[in-house]
């Protein structure tokens, strides 16, 4: 099916602890998103990617590194993971055409513990 | 003040009920609205999108923008439960990025 693939799903990691969320998208779009979404703080923007090439820093980028490794993947890096970065994250890709809408992945569940 | 306002609820209706959600925003020069819903442990899907002023209808939605009161509407007529959701209000200026609205939690009851 055609869309946005994140994995994992879930991940508990202990402070301290490195980890890289994969993203990939079929849809052959430009954009790219990475979004953290927390209770009363709704979504909000770690880094973005306008093109393949290129990156961007977001509302909340601190503690956080991204990749675009090329058109379809951007991967998302945690280079020493604190108990603040607990969420659950979502990356996203956007619509060229049309109605520039953006598609979601399904989410990836972290704890720092 | 937040560029964008959405009242997080919960809202609790009853099955078949016509169901309003609302959003304001404070920048005159957004142009793309739309809404998502977003189910739970799920990410948000593309509902409604509406660009500049007017209303857009899509089977049972309905969504609404009034830009001279800085106000953009959604509509849900005969309600199911499988309607319920966080619903999500976004807007831009054109550009890459979207403004987010904190999203309201709707229940449908049978």
């Known amino acids: 099916n055609a869309g946005v693939t994140q994995t994992p799903k879930f991940q508990v990691l202990k402070t301290g602890q490195s980890m890289t969320l994969q993203c990939a998208q079929d849809m052959n779009h430009n954009s790219m998103y990475w979004y953290r979404q927390d209770p009363g703080m709704g979504l909000r923007l770690i880094y973005y990617s306008a093109s393949e090439g290129t990156t961007d820093k977001g509302e909340v980028p601190n503690g956080y590194n991204v990749s675009r490794l090329n058109k379809r993947e951007f991967s998302l890096r945690l280079e020493s993971a604190a108990p603040s970065q607990t969420s659950v994250y979502f990356c996203?890709?956007?619509?060229?055409?049309?109605?520039?809408?953006?598609?979601f992945g399904s989410g990836t569940r972290l704890t720092v513990v | 003040q937040k560029e964008v306002e959405q009242d997080p609820g919960p809202l609790s209706v009853p099955e078949g009920a016509i169901v309003s959600l609302n959003c304001t925003y404070s920048n005159s020069a957004f142009q793309y609205f739309m809404w998502y819903r977003q189910y739970s442990r799920k990410g948000p899907e593309l509902l409604m999108y509406?660009?500049s002023s007017g209303n857009k209808e899509d089977g049972r939605f309905t969504a609404q923008v009034d830009k001279s009161s800085k106000y953009i509407s959604l509509f849900i007529r005969d309600s199911q439960p499988s309607d319920s959701a966080t619903y999500l209000c976004a807007m831009s200026l054109g550009g890459r990025k979207l403004i987010w609205g904190l999203g309201t939690s709707l229940a449908v009851n049978p």
């Open positions: 996203a890709s956007r619509n060229q055409q049309g109605n520039y809408g953006y598609t």
């Open positions: 509406t660009y």
